[in-house]
């Protein structure tokens, strides 16, 4: 049995067929569509490192089954940098050393500009790292994690308020 789905993944129309109802999203993502940003760790909905938003919300991509996110919108590591420039999310994670071997780092990312956006990031770091204790670290690079998005928070409120300067 063949199934097809569309998905706007990072802004792009993708039409996938797919042989098995049982593809899941992570795997859709890095084996058809290329996208091997999205780190597959436990393969279980343990780790996090396969964080990626759909419909603007956080999903362990792991768990989720590609059929069943037909229309959806998705974004992937791949998809924050904007005209050549880095997220604000990803430069504070450079900036405070907010990773060592990287492995994950994109699932960081993505939980951490899904908390910024949902609003509940705040500025009390025992916050933060209750919102991103989805995702593990095995490198234990927390406290830099948590200082970037402390960061990434602050950079984002410069920037809206930038703008609404310009304005
Ligand atoms: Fe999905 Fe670990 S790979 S939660
Ligand atoms: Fe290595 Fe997090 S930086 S697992």
């Not at 919102?131 to 409120?157: F, P, T, W, Y």
Request: hydrophobic share 40%; proline share 2%.
């Amino acid at each position: 049995m063949t199934l097809s789905i569309s998905l706007t993944v990072n802004g792009v129309a993708r039409d996938v067929t797919l042989e098995d109802p049982r593809v899941t999203l992570l795997d859709l993502l890095r084996e058809r569509l290329d996208l091997t940003g999205t780190k597959k760790g436990c393969d279980r909905g343990q780790c996090g490192a396969c964080t990626v938003l759909v419909d603007g919300r956080r999903v362990n991509s792991c768990l989720a089954l590609a059929v069943s996110h037909d229309g959806a919108e998705v974004l992937t590591i791949e998809g924050l940098a904007e005209n050549g420039q880095l997220d604000p999310v990803q430069a504070a994670f450079i900036a405070h050393d907010g990773f060592q071997c990287g492995f994950c780092t994109p699932g960081q990312i993505m939980s951490a500009y899904a908390l910024i956006r949902e609003g509940e990031a705040g500025d009390d770091p025992e916050r933060i790292r209750e919102g991103m204790s989805g995702n593990l670290c095995r490198c234990g690079a927390h406290a830099g994690i948590i200082e970037a998005v402390l960061d990434a928070q602050k950079r984002i409120e410069d920037r809206a308020g930038d703008e609404r300067k310009v304005a």
